[in-house]
């Protein structure tokens, strides 16, 4: 074999293989700089090309991630204001039925309109005329429950006409004899509640008319819940209440005696969609656990709920059982106080999703949404945003987004503080984050919290809501938490920080511990 070359003079020559490879003595000059351009700058050159490469699909990765959340963003505020849109809809759609068509801006009455709000107002039944005028300066119709209406009134198994019971909301302020309205801050037409702040002081709860119709959720698989559900039915029987309760309970009833005929429920989820319309208070006989059921219950307005402890903790639940009937003649009596609790509502977005149409129906909770890695051995990666605001990665097992009713429960256990129930805000609790300095935050209220897996996850992530509806996140997918408008009102025993105070004491035995006893020196006589 040969190697063919061109030699000092450009003419060509053979060069001869020894052992089948050129002999390295033999190499010209010209041969030797070849070599050199082949090997070394060929390497250099690969690698600012890979260099630049990588480069480029960063830039990329931020771009389609930056793409991803604009996303997101645009998909969760278009469904908010659908949402709101709706609501002012059936809004005005039901006062023109009754006649009242007015314009309401910035909370006020234009003067075209207040006219015919008095003239409806002066017509309606049963109010005073002190109460009149501040319904036409305020822009409030709490008493138009009491109108007959279709769908604020039923029937019960006897034909009667039921009309669900009137309510006002009012601060105490020990120690200060103004009362001031706070018709902007609490909303409770048609006997449901709406927030659009919270405020500092105790609520208390007014009937203005007696109430009529009770719902009582249990704790299943109880012998003794079962014993004192059909004791409070008789008991509530003999006092003229409706009663509903759900239908797994009426078959337990009936099957024990058929005197419990009377008692009502429904049958299918549109019966559960207008349950409040219909019952003037909740009652539970359970744990918080129960009370978190009868939250999940409605997706919109809850009744006030008066819990009672059957359970293995009690944060939510400060009423005895075995006083319940001095505890429900002081409730149906009045007034009494009770905690706003604020409620989540979270929205699922999907990569996959074109339009806002096409995102998962908002969920309502109580205590908290969990973000987790699942039965993933890696760590679970989530971009946090708060308003649209780079919040940080949470690189752990988890992420927590809990109420300040929620703060005794799972974000407790992770390291969150206990906050009273009647703080404005949000709790940001990590689980398990890889991170020494990552400690937990609260957020106000008002803002809005999106988590995001991002496309270059290892692995999916996972998320419930107080938890069950255990949903998968893929990457690309989005959270999107904000502050639902329906808080889910609680009865208190005493006041609210009272009952706080008594549920960390008696159910975590907070801060218990020997005294110190006393090692000083003796005064001299």
Not at 188 to 209: D, M, V, Y
């Amino acid at each position: 074999m040969a190697l063919d070359n061109f030699n000092s003079n450009g003419d060509a020559s053979t060069v001869p293989y020894e052992n089948g490879f050129p002999d390295s003595l033999s190499l010209t000059n010209s041969e030797k700089a070849v070599k050199e351009v082949i090997e070394q700058p060929l390497v250099e050159g690969i690698e600012d090309h890979l260099v630049e490469f990588s480069e480029a699909m960063r830039t990329v990765s931020k771009v389609l991630r930056r793409a991803a959340e604009g996303k997101a963003s645009a998909q969760a505020e278009a469904s908010e204001w659908k949402r709101k849109y709706e609501l002012e809809r059936e809004r005005n759609f039901q006062l023109e039925n009754k006649g009242l068509t007015y314009v309401e801006r910035n909370g006020n009455f234009t003067e075209n309109n207040i006219e015919n709000s008095a003239y409806h107002l002066k017509h309606l039944p049963e109010i005073d005329e002190q109460s009149r005028m501040y319904c036409v300066k305020n822009g409030i119709y709490s008493h138009e429950v009491l109108r007959d209406r279709e769908h604020n009134s039923f029937s019960d198994v006897h034909g009667k006409l039921i009309r669900k019971a009137s309510f006002k909301l009012h601060w105490c302020c020990k120690g200060e004899k103004n009362d001031q309205h706070k018709h902007d801050i609490v909303s409770f037409e048609k006997g449901n509640i709406s927030t659009a702040e919270r405020s500092s002081k105790q609520i208390c709860l007014k009937w203005e008319s007696p109430p009529q119709t009770v719902l009582i959720i249990t704790k299943p698989n109880s012998t003794s819940v079962k014993v004192i559900c059909a004791e409070m039915v008789r008991w509530l029987k003999e006092k003229k209440l409706n009663i509903f309760v759900e239908p797994r309970v009426r078959t337990e009833l009936i099957a024990e005696s058929s005197y419990y005929n009377f008692v009502q429920t429904w049958s299918d989820d549109k019966g559960i969609s207008v349950l409040h319309e219909k019952v003037d208070f909740v009652v539970t006989l359970g744990g918080d656990g129960t009370v978190l059921w009868a939250a999940s219950m409605f997706k919109g307005p809850v009744p006030p709920i008066v819990p009672f402890s059957l359970g293995s903790l009690g944060f939510m639940t400060p009423f005895h059982s075995e006083q319940y009937r001095e505890c429900l003649k002081s409730i149906l009596q009045g007034p009494i106080g009770i905690t706003l609790r604020n409620r989540l509502q979270c929205h699922v977005i999907r990569e996959a999703a074109k339009t806002e149409y096409e995102t998962e129906e908002p969920i309502l909770v109580l205590n908290e949404v969990t973000i987790d890695r699942g039965i993933s051995s890696f760590l679970t990666n989530l971009e946090c945003y708060c308003d649209n605001s780079f919040v940080t990665c949470v690189q752990g097992d988890g992420l927590i987004l809990s109420t300040t009713s929620g703060s005794t429960a799972y974000s407790l256990a992770a390291g969150g503080s206990m906050v009273h129930p009647q703080v404005p805000g949000i709790l940001f609790t990590p689980i398990c984050p890889h991170s020494l300095s990552f400690r937990p935050l609260i957020l106000p209220e008002y803002v809005t919290l999106r988590i995001q897996v991002p496309f270059n996850s290892r692995g999916h992530a996972w998320v419930s809501f107080d938890g069950k509806d255990r949903k998968q996140l893929a990457p690309g997918d989005a959270l999107v938490c904000s502050m639902s408008t329906w808080p889910v009102p609680t009865a208190c025993r005493g006041d609210s920080t009272n009952d706080f105070l008594h549920s960390i004491h008696d159910g975590l035995h907070w801060n218990l511990r020997k005294t110190q006893s006393f090692d000083g020196p003796r005064e001299s006589k």
